[in-house]
């Protein structure tokens, strides 16, 4: 069996606002495991965002306990690319090390490394405004990855970028997690882009929130018994009542 | 406004150096227009251009001007200094503390809509005559637009980049001096801009109250000597120390923002 990188059990998230309780979800069970692409799929409202800042240890859970093996660093990158608009694609990257109090000279090389590697070292003295949506995209994930996390959140980072885009952002990201042995863990609603990448996909679904079920895309593989469109049927089927997921169940 | 003209009319600087010399000299030229229609025994006719300049270059090689001059300029450095040391927390707080922009905000439109000079029989009482109540006078004027306009580059500072330093480890302090600090400053700068052009026009009628130097008194004083052509030359100096500041405030605060 495949190491857990991360384990939530009976979890629960809950807001108060004034004199009001909003319920995210509860008594959610979710293990991530290591080098894998784990898809947390579902439409809007389902809490997918919210469990990945949890993971991300930008919240806490209500109730439940999250474990994390291993003692490597948790990178996040956000639907949009959130770069800082003051600093260049260069200084951007270098933040990161920046705050892990690493000396300019190792600073300096590793970004222009990473930048070459990303295919973005022409740009490297632009400012965030002088980007087209992909290269700052790559610049984004150029951030996060220079103080090497073990495991990556992703909160839909192709949604904004257009169809030819994001497909070929889609292969370089599993040319990275190759590259790179990451964990990932995505949150999208595009079901293609779910079985393109996942190595398991996680499907959610609102009121109440919860996991509705869980497809091991690898394992499928692996035995030659996975087809395309007919976990795509499944997932759609168990999607929820949204009109996307009607109009693509119809055809 | 510069930079704007550039920008949509495509007009180069130096254009803009000739345009505003002509702009210059076409005012000067009505001025001096005017002043032909002028009966020449009356008061009204010491004060053209032609007289004013000449009083101009006289007071420039005297150094009692520079003297006023600099008693000016310190009493804007010190009042200045107050209001950032004051207004740039209190924007912060305003900006981050719901419940204290709720509370206070009525309380600041209402200080911020009187005029600094109404202060000056409290100023005298609080602290005398002499250097203290004008620095207080171009504090409290000045502090408004720095304390607004930091709260509002708060407000709309990018709540995701806060996000992106923390999943990034940076500790609170990094991520005000990574993230918070360069977001806001151009903010703070513009009001601090703002606020130098208000505190240069408090400053003369300050310095008409209780003092024995500066630009202020030294009108006072060329009125009470009759001397109009030189009031017109301290009217000029004073306008173009203020421009100076101005262009001076913009090159020194202004800041790398795209």
């Known amino acids: 069996m495949d190491s857990i990188a991360v384990k939530i059990d009976n979890g629960s998230k809950e807001y108060f606002k004034k004199s009001n309780r909003t319920k995210v979800f509860e008594d959610l069970n979710l293990e991530v495991r290591n080098n894998e692409i784990l898809i947390l799929l579902g439409p809007s409202g389902c809490g997918k965002s919210t469990l990945l800042r949890i993971i991300a240890k930008l919240e806490k859970l209500t109730t439940g306990t999250i474990t994390e093996t291993g003692n490597s660093q948790i990178g996040m990158v956000f639907q949009e690319p959130l770069l800082y608009p003051w600093l260049t694609a260069e200084e951007n990257v270098q933040l990161g090390l920046d705050f892990s109090n690493n000396s300019k000279a190792k600073v300096d090389n590793n970004s222009i490394e990473l930048l070459k590697e990303f295919g973005i070292d022409q740009v490297a003295n632009s400012f965030p405004n002088e980007l087209s949506g992909g290269q700052a995209q790559r610049v984004t994930f150029a951030r996060t990855l220079i103080v090497d996390p073990g495991m990556i959140l992703l909160d839909e980072p192709f949604a904004a970028l257009d169809p030819n885009t994001r497909s070929h952002l889609q292969d370089w990201l599993l040319e990275i997690k190759e590259k790179r042995n990451l964990t990932i863990v995505l949150v999208t609603h595009d079901v293609e882009e779910a079985l393109r990448l996942a190595d398991r996909i996680v499907l959610m679904c609102p009121n109440p929130s919860k996991i509705t079920k869980t497809w091991d895309i690898s394992s499928l593989k692996n035995s030659g018994e996975f087809d395309h469109n007919k976990i795509k049927k499944e997932i759609l089927q168990n999607y929820g009542p949204t009109p996307l997921a009607l109009e693509e169940l119809a055809q | 406004m510069t930079s704007t003209l550039k920008k949509y009319f495509e007009i180069s600087s130096i254009k803009i150096i000739v345009l505003s010399f002509v702009g210059l000299v076409s005012f000067v030229g009505i001025w001096a227009l005017v002043m032909v229609f002028i009966d020449k025994s009356s008061i009204l006719s010491q004060f053209g251009p032609i007289d004013g300049a000449s009083a101009f270059w006289d007071l420039m090689t005297t150094d009692e ?71 207080f006078l171009i504090a409290i004027g000045a502090i408004w637009p720095i304390a607004l306009n930091t709260a509002e580059s708060i407000g709309r500072l990018n709540r995701g980049w806060l996000l992106v330093s923390k999943t990034l480890g940076a500790s609170p302090f990094e991520s005000f001096r990574k993230v918070v600090w360069p977001a ?20 003369v009628p300050a310095e008409m109250l209780g003092v024995d130097s500066g630009l202020g008194y030294y009108i006072l004083d060329t009125r009470d000597r009759f001397e109009y052509s030189e009031l017109i030359a301290a009217i000029i100096i004073i306008g173009i120390l203020g421009l100076i500041l101005d262009i001076l405030t913009r090159v020194l605060l202004s800041s790398r923002q795209h």
């Open chain 2, 65 to 135: 001007t520079y003297i006023h001059i600099t008693a000016s300029l310190k009493r804007i450095v010190v009042g200045m200094l107050f209001a950032i040391v004051t207004g740039v927390p209190l924007g912060f707080l305003l900006g981050t503390i719901k419940l204290f922009e709720l509370t206070s905000t009525a309380v600041f439109q209402f200080l911020r809509m009187i005029s600094p000079l109404s202060w000056t029989p409290l100023a005298i009482i609080l602290f005398g005559v002499g250097d203290s109540p004008v620095y």
């Open chain 2, 184 to 203: 806001t400053r151009p903010g703070i700068l513009l009001g601090i801009r703002l606020a130098v052009g208000l505190a240069w026009i408090i400053l």
